[in-house]
């Protein structure tokens, strides 16, 4: 049996075991604090882990839409993608004549 590289590293992330359920937000609606408190502790387990790089890579190239991943939330991934793939400029068109 084959094992996937993906494989190997999430066995590692120092995200496992029960406090995985930091990482993602409640069914629930929460208040902003309690995502803050909540993320920001997500975020130390994250600062620790040996394979976070690979973790960050993996939600960046699957476009990971929900939680913690590689030490950033889904907003900071949003923004450095955004950064790093800007959408193009539209192609630059001669002013018209003036009459």
Not at 7 to 18: F, I, L, M, N, S
Not at 25 to 47: G, N, Q, S, V
Not at 62 to 82: A, D, M, T, V
Request: with cysteine; hydrophobic share 35%.
């Amino acid at each position: 049996m084959a094992v996937r590289t993906a494989d190997v590293w999430q066995r590692r992330a120092a995200c496992r075991g029960p406090e995985s359920a930091l990482f993602f937000p409640p069914t629930f609606p929460e208040a902003r604090p309690d995502r803050d408190a909540r993320e920001a502790r997500a975020k130390a387990i994250c600062a620790s882990c040996p394979v976070r790089p690979e973790c960050l890579e993996f939600a960046l190239t699957i476009r990971e839409p929900h939680g913690i991943w590689g030490g950033l939330n889904e907003l900071e991934r949003r923004e450095l993608l955004e950064h790093a793939f800007p959408p193009p400029s539209p192609p630059n068109r001669p002013n018209p004549p003036s009459m």
